[in-house]
């Protein structure tokens, strides 16, 4: 059994199946990796990006994450259109190991349908859903 | 007895840019002969047809390239010095009549522009080749021309497409690609513009005819299945998969990098594969893994045969000809005719074992395999309960709570005088360490490669430390891989310009 961890997992974010997270706040709905999955990932390398103005879809990849031991799509938790990427990520990849709620942000959107989030995962239901991988 | 020894010379080596010393050469050249008119090559060709000379060209004697070359390749672990278990590799050994055959005059001084009349030997080697890949297939033509397995599966990527185009099928672009197939098939169905739909593997391992039923439609084209799969383990419902793909008007692709668990006991072709790869330096014994180039035949069902690349060998009664009349061919896919020297090599291979000893070599490789898997599935995790093909499939699953972790225990292996396997691979299993012998390696060698693993798994437990430090035995030490990633550094620059 591996030794429990304790996966960092805020109360204002929902959650994806896939890993990633999103969050409303003043720009539109930021979107990065959760916790779990940048640990499960290890040390990211590389993080590919959407384009500012294209769409993208809920359930399809926008992007791709690059680390040591995988290459692994980013899947989008709502859809909508992309009106920023972080840059800075091309520089400094580590930042999605390092603080994945903050620094480590990925893309921000414009949702389509604001109630899209209501169908995601709360922090419970999403801590659930880890619990669940990791006693497999 | 055979392992690391307990001493060694190995030499700190600069690189050539670093040994350089001005105005040192291999060869030295007689000044020229006053009767030999000094030209300026700008003026006659053009200043844009003549190269710049090279700054800091590193100037050497030959021998201090050998010594440089000899000295770097005493660092290495290679199949020629150790095992090499990289598990979906198949690094067997290469049998040293490969090189004396592939070394005959004949074929080294061939050019690649010579006549047919003057090639018919290498163009009679390549049709015999292509019809012992018909018979390891059961398939009816093949193209000796793509570079390596990637190559291969974009080669029938292009042909399925063609042949969809020309039946109606346009807008038939959807890929099936299992959960365990290789990483490489779903590049090489992107990289042909085809939407890749993967489907999941059931609780066995293997895909059902059932999971592959929910996802077929309209749209399909083909399914890419690696058989056996990345799992090690023989997709047993082939035959019901071939029948729905077909049914919904697909056609299946085999990636055939693990024919060393099926070659010259089943036949692709029985089993309702339509076109598959093979690679001629996995499973034919031609170098790779550093040694290459690789070499990626595609064997077809006559169905797709008018679209195969040109140009293609034709026998017409006892003598050879290069067809490049193809009007339905995809086109030329490598430059002149594919890697010929591993066509050499194969067919040197094929023909020394001959059909039972390719049957025996799919025997060993599976029996090495199992061998392997049983002696070790006390030591680690594996979900693999029943016989597995070629390749098995453990994970760190027991180490984990000792901080130790599939890259750990394949860096602490080297330190044993084994090549690590493959590991994180494949994706659908935690902390994957997938190990294929082949059936190369000896009783012995085996038992040595059980006895680390389980010398690793027990030091896991006593001294954890000691083991996430690994490798202390090789030259190079553990490397920064997330520096390497990065921040890669891709060649010399001169240190002034740092």
């Known amino acids: 059994m591996a030794a429990k961890k304790d996966y960092e997992i805020p109360e204002d974010c929902r959650y994806t199946q896939s890993d990633e997270w999103v969050r409303i706040d003043n720009d539109g709905a930021r979107i990065g990796l959760t916790d779990y999955a940048q640990s499960e990932l290890s040390d990211v390398?590389?993080?590919?990006?959407?384009?500012?103005?294209?769409?993208?879809?809920?359930?399809?990849?926008?992007?791709?994450?690059?680390?040591?031991?995988?290459?692994?799509?980013?899947i989008a938790p709502i859809?909508?259109?992309?009106?920023?990427?972080?840059?800075?990520?091309?520089?400094?990849?580590?930042?999605?190991?390092?603080?994945?709620?903050?620094?480590?942000w990925i893309v921000c959107i414009e949702p389509e349908d604001a109630e899209a989030l209501d169908s995601l995962m709360s922090t419970e239901a999403y801590r659930k859903h880890v619990e669940e991988r990791a006693a497999s | 007895m055979s392992g690391p020894g307990r001493s060694g010379l190995l030499f700190d080596e600069s690189?050539?840019?670093?040994?350089?010393?001005?105005?040192?050469?291999?060869?030295?050249?007689?000044?020229?002969?006053?009767?030999?008119?000094?030209?300026?090559?700008?003026?006659?060709?053009?200043?844009?047809?003549?190269?710049?000379?090279?700054?800091?060209?590193p100037e050497l004697s030959e021998f201090d390239v050998v010594r440089h070359f000899t000295r770097i390749s005493q660092w290495n672990l290679g199949i020629d010095s150790a095992a090499y278990p990289l598990g979906s590799c198949t690094m067997k050994y290469n049998p040293k009549l490969n090189e004396v055959v592939a070394a005959l005059a004949g074929f080294q001084s061939l050019h690649p522009l010579a006549p047919d009349e003057a090639t018919q030997g290498i163009l009679a080697l390549g049709h015999a080749l292509e019809q012992a890949l018909i018979e390891i297939s059961g398939l009816d033509r093949v193209t000796l021309q793509p570079a390596a397995g990637a190559q291969g599966e974009f080669v029938g990527m292009q042909l399925v497409q063609a042949y969809h185009r020309a039946h109606g099928g346009a807008s038939r672009n959807e890929v099936i690609i299992p959960d365990t197939a290789h990483g490489t098939n779903p590049a090489s169905a992107a990289l042909s513009g085809m939407q890749v739909v993967e489907v999941k593997s059931g609780p066995?391992?293997?895909?059902?005819?059932?999971?592959?039923?929910?996802?077929?439609?309209?749209?399909?084209?083909?399914?890419?299945?690696?058989?056996?799969?990345?799992?090690?383990?023989?997709?047993?419902?082939?035959?019901?998969?071939?029948?729905?793909?077909?049914?919904?008007?697909?056609?299946?692709?085999?990636?055939?990098?693990?024919?060393?668990?099926l070659l010259g006991v089943a036949k692709p072709g029985?089993?309702?594969?339509?076109?598959?790869?093979?690679?001629?330096?996995?499973?034919?014994?031609?170098?790779?893994?550093?040694?290459?180039?690789?070499?990626?035949?595609?064997?077809?069902r006559n169905l797709l045969a008018p679209y195969l690349p040109t140009p293609i060998i034709r026998k017409e009664g006892d003598r050879y000809r290069l067809d490049h009349e193809f009007p339905h061919s995809i086109g030329r896919v490598h430059a002149f005719y594919g890697n010929v020297g591993m066509w050499i090599r194969a067919l040197a291979y094929i023909r020394s074992l001959g059909g039972t000893g390719l049957g025996e070599v799919t025997q060993m490789a599976v029996l090495n395999a199992n061998y392997l898997l049983e002696r070790l599935r006390e030591h680690y995790g594996t979900a693999q309960t029943g016989r597995v093909m070629h390749e098995c499939v453990l994970t760190d699953k027991l180490q984990q709570e000792h901080h130790v972790s599939t890259a750990d225990i394949g860096k602490r292996l080297m330190d044993h005088?084994?090549?690590?396997?493959?590991?994180?691979?494949?994706?659908?299993?935690?902390?994957?360490?997938?190990?294929?012998?082949?059936?190369?390696?000896?009783?012995?060698?085996l038992d040595g490669l059980a006895d680390s693993l389980i010398a690793i798994a027990?030091?896991?437990?006593?001294?954890?430390?000691?083991?996430?430090?690994?490798?202390?035995?090789?030259?190079?030490?553990?490397?920064?891989?997330?520096?390497?990633?990065?921040?890669?550094?891709?060649?010399w620059t001169p240190p002034e310009r740092e």
């Open chain 2, 458 to 491: 027990q030091e896991a437990k006593t001294d954890p430390e000691h083991v996430r430090a690994a490798p202390h035995r090789t030259f190079v030490r553990r490397v920064d891989e997330v520096r390497a990633a990065r921040k890669p550094k891709l060649r």
């Open chain 1, 45 to 74: 390398v590389f993080v590919e990006l959407p384009e500012v103005g294209s769409q993208i879809e809920a359930g399809e990849p926008f992007g791709v994450v690059e680390s040591v031991k995988a290459v692994s799509d980013l």
């Open chain 2, 417 to 445: 005088g084994f090549h690590p396997p493959t590991i994180y691979f494949p994706l659908v299993i935690a902390g994957a360490l997938m190990i294929e012998p082949t059936e190369t390696e000896s009783l012995d060698s």
């Open chain 2, 270 to 300: 029985d089993m309702g594969v339509d076109v598959m790869h093979f690679n001629l330096h996995k499973t034919f014994s031609t170098p790779h893994g550093g040694g290459g180039p690789g070499s990626g035949p595609v064997a077809v």
């Open chain 1, 79 to 104: 859809s909508g259109e992309v009106i920023a990427v972080h840059q800075a990520l091309d520089e400094h990849p580590e930042w999605v190991n390092e603080d994945p709620y903050g620094r480590g």
């Open chain 2, 204 to 261: 066995d391992g293997t895909l059902t005819p059932e999971a592959l039923a929910a996802v077929v439609g309209p749209r399909t084209s083909a399914l890419m299945l690696t058989n056996p799969n990345t799992l090690g383990i023989f997709e047993h419902h082939v035959q019901d998969l071939a029948n729905v793909i077909h049914e919904a008007g697909g056609l299946v692709y085999l990636d055939g990098a693990n024919m060393n668990a």
């Open chain 2, 15 to 57: 690189t050539l840019f670093e040994r350089s010393r001005p105005g040192r050469t291999g060869v030295q050249v007689e000044p020229l002969p006053a009767s030999v008119p000094l030209i300026d090559p700008q003026a006659i060709w053009g200043a844009e047809h003549v190269r710049d000379d090279i700054e800091g060209f």
